[in-house]
C-alpha cells in the first residue's frame, strides 16, 4: 500500500529556505521517477521537481536554482531544499511518483509572506 508522508512547511518570509521531506513506504523510491507538487490556493496541482531512480532531475522554469529535490533510497525519503523562496510559491506542496499514483498524501503547507 502506498504511503506519503510529507513534513517540513510552515511560514516564511520572502527570501529565506524550506526543506521539505517526504516519507515513501515500500519501495518506491528506489524503482520510481519521484516528484515534488504544489498547488496554490485557486489553481491547479504541477509539478515542480522531480528526481529520477538514477538521480537525474527536472525542474519547472520557475524554481530552477532556488530549489534543489533530492532523496536517500536508504532513507524512504525525498527532499526539496527551497531557496531564495517568493510569495508565488505558496501553496500545500505534495510527493508523489511522476507520472503520480491517484493516492496523495495531506501535504505540507508553505506561505511565503512578509
Known amino acids: 500500500q502506498v504511503q506519503l508522508v510529507e513534513s517540513g512547511g510552515g511560514l516564511v518570509q520572502p527570501g529565506r529556505s524550506l526543506r521539505l521531506s517526504c516519507a515513501a513506504s515500500g519501495t518506491i523510491l528506489s524503482l520510481n521517477t519521484m516528484g515534488w507538487y504544489r498547488q496554490a490556493p485557486g489553481k491547479a496541482r504541477e509539478l515542480v521537481a522531480r528526481i529520477s531512480p538514477s538521480g537525474i532531475t527536472n525542474y519547472i522554469d520557475s524554481v530552477k536554482g532556488r530549489f534543489t529535490i533530492s532523496k536517500e533510497n536508504a532513507k524512504k525519503s525525498v527532499y526539496l531544499q527551497m531557496n531564495s523562496l517568493k510569495p508565488e510559491d505558496t501553496g500545500v506542496y505534495y510527493c508523489?511518483?511522476?507520472?503520480?499514483?491517484?493516492?496523495w498524501g495531506q501535504g505540507t503547507q508553505v506561505i511565503v509572506s512578509s
Open positions: 508523489n511518483r511522476f507520472p503520480n499514483y491517484d493516492y
